[in-house]
């Protein structure tokens, strides 16, 4: 059974920095693009981060390049998400994506910057 575990949520200030982690099972981690995804309130989810299985790819939405940090550790089986100088505008959900052929989804975990 594939599972996606996020954690690092939580509620921040403005200018703060959360490290959001999502442990994977189930998957041969270290072959699957990991990236990160969020949703606000009313929105669509949109991309934020992603990463090659390798490392060498990083891609990042512009609304977060220079802020955030995508990078994973492959014997931990876990992808992470640094973020910082966090803004209201990040205040959403966070999910964890894994893709190959099929594709994954964690539960997600909610992000909250306060003014």
């Known amino acids: 059974q594939v599972q996606l575990v996020e954690s690092g949520g939580g509620l921040v200030q403005t200018g703060g920095s959360l490290r959001l982690s999502c442990a994977a099972s189930?998957?041969?981690?270290?072959?699957?693009?990991m990236s990160w995804y969020r949703q606000a309130p009313g929105k669509e989810r949109e991309p934020v981060a992603s990463?090659?299985?390798?490392?060498?790819?990083?891609n990042y939405a512009d609304s977060v390049k220079g802020r955030f940090t995508i990078s994973r550790d492959n014997a931990k089986n876990t992808v992470y998400l640094q973020m910082n100088n966090l803004s209201p505008e990040d205040t959403a959900v966070y999910f964890c994506?894994?893709?190959?052929?099929?594709?994954?989804w964690g539960q997600g975990t909610q992000v909250t910057v306060s003014s």
């Open positions: 994506n894994a893709r190959l052929i099929s594709e994954y």
């Open positions: 189930g998957i041969s981690f270290s072959r699957y693009v």
């Open positions: 990463m090659s299985s390798t490392g060498r790819n990083l």
